[in-house]
């Protein structure tokens, strides 16, 4: 694992020495964060990478997992759509297999470290505990929450209004809420297997290793299979550039233990790919980080089409990469791209298309918006400053924390 003097020549002195500064008054907390799954997706991607540093800056951190079964993910899975706007049916029973695992996670639980941060829906009933504990809750809330479906907010509301505060990806997710709410964007390791420089022959091992024919320009969009990451929308937009551009289509993903939809979306993917030898759809475990740097280095444009989308690491990624990347104009993506500057944005299947094939056939345009993405990334959206925003955000919880 990195130190935080490994970061000084991607970030400079100044941002580590503030951190240290910020960690001080800090020192002796202790954080537990929650999620439902320890590996697939954004969450537990940055955990991973953030808990062993801010344990080397003084403040004790932990992760643990909420454990349920089918018929919880299936109801936390409808929750999620109805949160990105995709209307549910909710059954009395739904709330109550809800409401049955937060009560019998509380049971093997303590919950009583300094400052509990409850991440996404799935653990927020947890919340219950704080009346005997005293502590300070966070809920951070990694969802596109622009246009959430009512009921469901509501339902929501019910645990939030006993938080502190709540912290959101973009501006346009805030809601009426009784509690305060910050806004802190998530970020990427620079130095994490999934976003480490390599060198040109460790990628080419890795993509041959793959089976992955580099003959042609290569266009990837690395997501889990999910239909609100629109892969099938992809393979639509790229058939319109087929007779054009010769290039190939890579879509590459995998499953989180908490999306029980995957398998279903990847037969769609299959099928809609049939058996154009141009079009190619990789599965990789969800510890496969090195595979996906390599495929995003050798990539030539990277795409991420997504209907909804909280922030959208994978584009922090291939925009770290220095790629150009495509993606859609929807919940925190305009954060990171500014269209025709850092990036394009998309609002459909034909503008997808247009654009590919503009990136393809004018690769010098293609690297000037890579470039300028790579350096919004390094002012924006690294580890180090995630990491400041959240010792600013613990801080802000205890008036008898002090700066000296
Ligand atoms: N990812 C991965 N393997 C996959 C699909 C995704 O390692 O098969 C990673 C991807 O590189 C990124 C994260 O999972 O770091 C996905 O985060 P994002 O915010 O893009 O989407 P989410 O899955 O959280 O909706």
Redo the contacts with the bound molecule.
């Keep these: 694992m990195p130190q935080l003097n490994d970061y000084e020549p991607i970030v400079g002195a100044q941002v580590l020495e503030e951190l240290r500064y910020l960690a001080q008054a800090l020192k002796g907390q202790r954080i537990l964060h929650i999620n439902s799954t320890a590996v697939?997706?954004?969450?537990a991607?940055i955990l991973n990478r953030m808990l062993p540093l801010l344990t080397e800056l003084g403040v004790e951190s932990r992760w643990d997992v909420v454990k349920g079964g089918e018929e919880f993910y299936s109801v936390t899975k409808k929750i999620h759509n109805a949160l990105h706007g995709h209307a549910q049916m909710f059954t009395p029973r739904d709330y109550e297999a809800f409401e049955e695992v937060q009560e019998a996670n509380l049971k093997n639980m303590a919950l009583d470290e300094d400052i509990i941060f409850i991440h996404d829906p799935q653990p927020i009933g947890l919340v219950k505990r704080k009346r005997d504990c005293g502590n300070r809750w966070l809920w951070r809330c990694?969802v596109d929450v622009s246009n959430p479906q009512r009921e469901i907010w509501n339902f929501l509301e019910k645990y939030l209004q006993f938080y502190d505060k709540a912290v959101f990806s973009s501006p346009s997710f805030s809601q009426r809420l009784p509690i305060p709410q910050v806004l802190i964007c998530p970020s990427i390791d620079p130095l994490s297997e999934?976003n480490r420089e390599l060198m040109p022959d460790e990628i080419s091992a890795v993509i041959q290793r793959l089976g992955i024919p580099l003959d042609k320009p290569l266009v990837t969009q690395?997501?889990?299979f999910d239909r609100l990451k629109d892969p099938v929308g992809v393979i639509k937009a790229f058939r319109q550039i087929q007779k054009y551009v010769d290039a190939r289509l890579l879509l590459?993903?995998?499953s989180?233990t908490d999306d029980p939809e995957g398998a279903q979306v990847y037969l769609e993917v299959k099928e809609a790919a049939g058996d154009d030898p141009d079009i190619l759809v990789l599965l990789?475990p969800?510890t496969?980080?090195l595979e996906?740097n390599a495929i995003q280095r050798a990539s030539t444009v990277i795409l991420q089409k997504s209907l909804k989308e909280?922030?959208?690491?994978?584009i922090t990624?291939g925009l770290w990469k220095g790629k150009p990347v495509i993606a859609g104009a929807v919940g925190g993506i305009p954060l990171q791209i500014t269209h025709k500057y850092s990036g394009i944005l998309v609002h459909s299947i034909e503008g997808t298309a247009y654009w590919l094939k503009q990136l393809l056939q004018e690769p010098a345009f293609a690297r000037k918006l890579g470039e300028n993405g790579r350096e919004h990334v390094r002012q924006n959206f690294l580890l180090t400053r995630h990491i400041r925003d959240y010792l600013l955000l613990f801080l802000s919880l205890d008036p008898n924390l002090k700066l000296h």
């Design positions: 697939g997706g954004g969450v991607e990694h999934k690395v997501s889990r590459v993903g995998g989180a990789l969800p496969a980080h996906i909280g922030f959208g690491l994978t990624e």
